[in-house]
């Protein structure tokens, strides 16, 4: 076999781990890499900034399911990379890093552009390698993308030393990977299996509590298929949008700070949780002591550190959601057959809660465009098969809200780490993921000027996205909080983003269509005119009132029961029969 | 609270130790006394850890050091059948 440097044995490896694109930046330590990429099949989107590479690799993973590569050079190429990583890591998404380090003996002696990536990214990577021997890159390649796709899925990064790429090595790509200390259990246990079956026929108000590892676990059709069998509720969290039909009528809509009365009320009334592929995150928990207290758990997850993490579960089923799903459709017939509990009211108390408060908003008095009508229409207009990539904050609250999604992989936002500037950067990942389908990032003024400069790669390497940007001049979700528990002291929110920067002005000159839309009778019209524009990315600035809230809401640190859904307003509970 | 003492059979890999000890740092658990050593394999070695914590905060320690690559296995050493703790480094406290 002739011999190759070490950073054609890195390219060669990645085509044999099936890589097709890759986001990234060249630099010193990298450079050796770049060149056989030159020559590589494999496509290399050139980006602005190494952290647009990296949410663009997630933004990829989550359309495809497949793994994002992203690549940069050492230091600050690295450590930019830093946030996308701890964001993969907090959503469970597949993604491989390359970086380029100093040459292996520069190692330690605070070289230039030297930063222990490796170190730094050990609290939340999966798994991190530093290389300083080029025989070594074959087999930590395909290593780290069998443990980034598998199991729990999330970010593995690759150091690599420059010398490492530029010296001679053999290429050598392994047939398989045995990791002595990484053997991810798929199967359910079967006694688990038949306990779950049990403890759901004795439920007389149960609640499939949803999470996005259904999604990852390309579950949703699993889950139709138990939802109906059982005829019990569904909720959908915010990493789960799209794991369940909106449109069904057993589904209670999203849990948690933001999500409708009937979710958040079924969760906390429930007396049996089937959780799959969730974590009881605090978003969803609220006051954890308050949670759910009169509810029986069944956890299923892939990752036995959840169990009991933060709620104990009467029932663990450890493995793959979609095989725990597939072993538990036909337990779940057979119990059944004996003994069919009668949900009848649970069901009736669920449906007359949705009726009573469902998600609305009010218009605003002074004619001014409301944020929630301009994505309500936006998700209509565009239909169930366009991807929504949204930022954080309000916009992405309401984007959970206001828009129906009816399939999987059609939702990407930062739920777990909360990265503001997540959208349009995800957004180009997606398109490049899914170049047919229509994309639209729905982004806020604050978080748009986080990473906007990738509109120039989209612009540059016809990657056609489309920006929503939902312009209240404000942190608007930090603005919220101030209204509701500062007495409206607005220290530091207001970002004046409808005086500077001219954003229509902003996107013409990063080489896309530039968009402006203030009045409600235009809405329509403009977002059709974007939706018409399919050679280039458009940028559409939807100039909104600043003082619209999301609600319903649970105060941060408060109780479930205590959800409002407008200032100082609770449900009227005496209404309701529960 | 009480100790218990946890053997760890570890992969022996650069960086192995700066692992074990962030995750306990990042979840915050409590290393009471770390000891680390050779074991007959040299590509293995053997860490033991005394940790205090209570009740389900014990499987959730095992659990995340589980999640760790580099770690193989992990035994909890009950009191009864202790054997003599390998004593052989001085103790680290965190």
Redesign the interface.
Known sequence: MSQVTGAQSLVNSLEAAGVDVMFGIPGGAILPAYDPIFDSKIRHVLVRHEQGAGHAATGYAQVTGRVGVCIATSGPGATNLVTPLADAAMDSVPMVAITGQVPSLAIGTDAFQEADI??IT??FA??NY?ITDPADIPRAIAEAFH?ASTGRPGPVLVDIAKDALQKMTDFNYPTSVN????QPKLAPNAQAIADAAELITQSSKPVFYVGGGVIKADAHRELLEIANLLGAPVVTTLMARGAFPDSHPLHLGMPGMHGTVAAVTGLQKADLLITLGARFDDRVTGKLSTFATNAKVIHCDI???E???NR?ADVAVIGDVKHTLQALIPALKAALKKNQPDLSPWLRQMNSLKSSYPLGYDQPSDGSLSPQYVIERLGKISGPDTIFTSGVGQHQMWAAQFINYENPRTWLNSGGLGTMGYAVPAAMGAKVGAPDTTVWAIDGDGCFQMTNQELVTCALNNIPVKIAIINNESLGMVRQWQTLFYEGRYSNTSLESKRVPNFPMLAEAMGCVGLSCERPEDVDATIEKAMSINDQPVVVDFRVHRDAMVWPMVAAGTSNDDIMIARETAPDWDSQEL | MAQHTLEVL??NS??VL??VA??FS?RAYNIERLTVGPTANPEVSQMDIVVSVEG?AL??VI??L???????AIKEIKPESAPEVHDTQPDYQN
């Open positions: 490796r170190g050990m609290p999966k798994h530093l443990i990791l002595k200390g990484y990752d036995p550190a169990i009991h993490k104990f | 570890v992969e650069p960086g700066a692992r962030g995750l990042r389900h499987e959730q659990a995340q589980d999640k760790l690559i580099n770690v193989i």
